[in-house]
């Protein structure tokens, strides 16, 4: 057997090249990372031209850095071409995150939203904050992809939390796989729009995973930093810190309330954005509006589907209720509950998602999957080995975590399924019943 080791880091590079008989052009690829970043991807950007002036974005590979096979690229173009010339830019592009599977390039921006109604003087509200979009794009040769997250928001700890200077450096090292201000695709005269709410104290891009995947394929998705967010980085660089104590049911629903409003104001704004943005002006459909979060950040999105007749669908990561006025009112939009395999810590809680529910009426969804925790629906698990997810969050049932990459597909099918089906009325039937496809998941149930 082939003994795997790793060396310091070397620049990426095209290492070989061959005309097939057919025309068609092989190309081998080398570059070596450290035994660091060795559960995680590498990404190679290729470009293409005909005169080494005007370049265009062709492909871009990704590969496990545990991977022994030499990475290859067949281009069935070239025959078209009297001449055609390639490059890969050096950089190491480490990611921790499986390339969306849609057939767009994902852009990505953020900005900073001011609410005149609200004022910071007794910082008990959320008068500036963060947002992030996700959304189609135009790939654009000689750009490289975004930094996973702020270096200041990696560096805090903020994924793990022991802070751990290991995990801290890994993290600021990470590119996503989205493109900073590309342009708008314009396949479609108007995209859906999901918005994205994190867990407790989280960032809005602590599920870059998801947001990506559903960029991927058409949707523009809107991450917010709420009052909580452990540490939110500012346009002008200011560094502001979150404020939060969940000490009872009624602190957290006073939490989500604060989120809600950060929802609705998002959503207002996004009407002015339609309206005037050179870049996202005319193409949202704000008549197809869904919202999602993990933790806190779901039962953030499904009450932005009780009481905002402008989200038409949510999905919860594992979130609880904490006890609010779900359980006495219907959700009386489709709903899609992701939950967590059992584990001490669940069960000491209770589980007050399933009375939501069995309340409600009709499209609603229940995803269980086996051998995982709450930590697995979130980018937490593409980040931490299995050792630091469980000292966290404890250990399923069985004892063994369901493989990082596993859990991404899985959950990036049932969400994407969803959301097209219930806002863009396109149904892959996967949620007709249990999938084949699917085994891990342990209990389906709908009604």
Known sequence: MAELKFFVATPHSLSGIQAESNGSVNLTFKGETTALFAPYYDMYPLETSTNLVDWAPLATLQRTNTALDT?????????????????????????????????????????????????????????????????????????????????????????VSTAASSWSNRIAAFFSHSLSNAPLATNLVKYPVVLYSPGWTGHR?????????????????????????FLSVFPDGTLQHGQSVLTSSLAAYGTIEARLRDEQFVLDELASLNANDPRLGGRLDLDKIGA????????????????????????????????????????????????????????????????????MATNAYWVKLKSTVHGSFSDWDLIVDSSSLAGVFGSPVSGQFLPPARVSQIVRAYLLSFFNKFLLGEDDHLLDGPSSAYPEVEQFMKH
């Open 292 to 359: 999602f979060g993990w933790s806190l950040g779901g039962a953030t999105a499904a009450q932005l589907c009780l009481r905002d007749s402008r989200c038409k669908a949510g999905a919860n990561f594992d979130g609880t209720f904490y006890e609010g006025n779900m359980l006495t009112q219907t959700l009386g939009v489709p709903f899609l509950f992701f939950c967590e395999d059992d584990t001490a810590a669940a069960e000491s809680i209770g589980d007050d998602r399933l009375p939501v529910f069995n309340h």
């Open 205 to 229: 891009r602590e599920n870059t995973d998801k947001t990506e995947e559903l960029a991927s394929w058409g949707y523009v998705v809107v991450g917010l930093d709420h009052l909580d967010t």
């Open 71 to 159: 990475l290859q690229f067949l281009d069935g173009d070239a025959p078209q071409f009297s001449k055609r010339f390639y490059r890969t830019p050096t950089n190491a592009l480490l990611t921790p995150i499986p390339q969306p599977t849609g057939p767009y390039s994902v852009g990505t921006f953020s900005m900073m939203l001011t609410d005149p109604s609200r004022t910071n003087t007794a910082l008990h509200t959320n008068y500036q904050f963060m947002i992030t979009f996700w959304y189609p794009a135009v790939p654009q040769a000689g750009i490289l992809p975004a930094l996973f997250v702020d270096k200041q928001v990696a560096m805090c700890g903020f994924y």
